[in-house]
T-cell receptor, first 113, second 109 residues
Framework: EAQVTQNPRYLITVTGKKLTVTCSQN?????MSWYRQDPGLGLRQIYY???????DKGDVPEGYKVSRKEKRNFPLILESPSPNQTSLYFC????????????FGPGTRLTVT | QKEVEQDPGPLSVPEGAIVSLNCTYS??????FMWYRQYSRKGPELLMY????GNKEDGRFTAQVDKSSKYISLFIRDSQPSDSATYLC?????????FGPGTRLSVLP
């Protein structure tokens, strides 16, 4: 089954404790993104990657890091989480830069206290 | 001003009603327009997309784009309780997708 998986699905952590949210897709997609979803603000892109070792900032990259060492994986790293990073995070992938359809993961609900 | 604006609702309708969901956008460079459906505790999934102005129909769903007024619409005919979800409009210019905040729809049996 074609899918995007994320782990963990729920995470509660404390300010400053480094964490990683993993994302993996099995569709051989070139393009992957991370979004955060907040009430009233919708989905906002954090980082994206057009291929292995190619990443770039989205609209709200501050406080986040990513890496793309393999085509299927695109982890999101919070080196020093803060309460304003409490949000619902989605990983997404699409076939290439020209594709219009994005496939989203199930989401990771992060709470930073 | 947000690039894509959408009334967040919530919108409640009786089963069988025709639902109209709307968005406006500000960036004239947007060429692709999409509607995503998001069920509770799930990721968004693509429902429909259109390129430039015009209509597109898929079963009970019709997507409409009017680039002259920068207006995007989704119509749902014969709405069902299973249509209860949050509907996100999105527009694409270049590589990036810009999403509206979503409209929460409840279809009551």
């Amino acid at each position: 089954e074609a899918q995007v998986t994320q782990n963990p699905r729920y995470l509660i952590t404390v300010t400053g404790k480094k964490l990683t949210v993993t994302c993996s897709q099995n569709m051989n997609h070139e393009y992957m993104s991370w979004y955060r979803q907040d009430p009233g603000l919708g989905l906002r892109q954090i980082y994206y990657s057009m291929n292995v070792e190619v990443t770039d900032k989205g609209d709200v990259p501050e406080g986040y890091k990513v890496s793309r060492k393999e085509k299927r994986n695109f982890p999101l790293i919070l080196e020093s989480p803060s309460p304003n990073q409490t949000s619902l995070y989605f990983c997404a992938s699409r076939a290439g830069t020209g594709a219009y359809e994005q496939y989203f993961g199930p989401g990771t609900r992060l709470t930073v206290t | 001003q947000k690039e894509v604006e959408q009334d967040p609702g919530p919108l409640s309708v009786p089963e069988g009603a025709i639902v109209s969901l709307n968005c406006t956008y500000s960036n004239s460079a947007f060429q692709y327009f999409m509607w995503y459906r998001q069920y509770s505790r799930k990721g968004p999934e693509l429902l429909m997309y259109t390129y430039s102005s015009g209509n597109k129909e898929d079963g009970r769903f019709t997507a409409q784009v009017d680039k002259s007024s920068k207006y995007i619409s989704l119509f749902i005919r014969d709405s069902q309780p299973s249509d209860s979800a949050t509907y996100l409009c999105a527009a694409r210019g270049g590589q990036n997708f810009v999403f509206g905040p979503g409209t929460r729809l409840s279809v009551l049996p």
